[in-house]
């Protein structure tokens, strides 16, 4: 069963639309953390937020916020006025030590494609 | 401060031969983690090191893999013969040492394998 889910595979937007990526998790543990990442086309990882699971606050950094939810098992992903150069894959992951020890299980990526 | 870095960026070889991909950390962190994204699938962890030995290699997919971390510092990755399954992107990550799975793991920018 999918532990981390990313239900959107692709999702196109055109330039100044806000987008949301939604991510559901599935775990035992009672002590875990999520993250996203961006990969570029580029292709390199890189580190967008890390929340730990007795936060449940919404974070804003600029453009994006993030809507932590346990009662629902979700961290969506909002990118508000979206822009070309947010185009990439992102994917939302999972960190639950007992569960999983230390490695990140991820979910399959959505591909966001911003039109300019 | 030099971020993770992957060498090769890309590599191609024939079915049966032998590929060595290389990753050095951030300077300072223990944990040391090998990835693989097949086909456009999800991120799936291989190994985990913490410092030079071997955390957890539940994720290593057969014995014609072999990663080695001598001295705790940079990794290799041997795949040995390699074979057409085994093509993919290849992502190391590392982190500070923390006993939990709390800490960030920063990724480098991968190996992109093709195995004809």
């Known amino acids: 069963a999918q532990k981390v889910t990313q239900a959107q595979t692709e999702i196109s937007v055109v330039e100044k639309e806000d987008v949301t990526l939604d991510c559901v998790y599935e775990?035992?543990?009672?002590?875990?953390?999520l993250f996203w990442y961006k990969q570029p086309p580029s292709g390199e990882l890189v580190f967008l937020i890390r929340?730990?699971?007795?936060?449940?606050q919404n974070e804003i950094s600029g453009r994006y916020s993030w809507n932590f939810q346990k009662s629902t098992s979700s961290f969506n992903f909002t990118i508000t006025a979206s822009q070309v150069v947010d185009s990439a894959v992102y994917f939302c992951a999972l960190s639950a030590f007992m569960e999983y020890g230390n490695k990140l299980v991820f979910g399959a990526g959505t591909i966001l494609r911003v039109k300019s | 401060e030099a971020g993770v870095t992957q060498f090769p960026s890309h590599s191609v070889i024939e079915k049966g031969q032998t590929v060595t991909l290389r990753c050095d950390p951030i300077?300072?962190?223990?944990?040391l983690y090998w990835y693989r994204r097949v086909m456009g699938k999800e991120i799936k962890f291989l190994l985990h090191?913490?410092?030079?030995?071997?955390?957890?290699e539940s994720g290593m997919p057969n014995n014609r893999f072999l990663a080695e971390r001598t001295g705790g510092t940079y990794s290799t990755l041997k795949v040995q013969p390699a074979e057409l399954e085994d093509s993919g992107v290849y992502f190391c990550?590392?982190?500070?040492?923390?006993?939990?799975?709390?800490?960030?793991?920063?990724f480098g920018p991968g190996t992109r394998l093709l195995v004809l």
């Open positions: 990550a590392s982190s500070h040492f923390s006993g939990s799975s709390k800490e960030t793991q920063y």
């Open positions: 929340r730990n699971s007795f936060d449940e």
């Open positions: 775990t035992r543990d009672t002590t875990y953390y």
């Open positions: 300077s300072g962190h223990d944990n």
């Open positions: 090191f913490v410092k030079e030995s071997k955390q957890d």
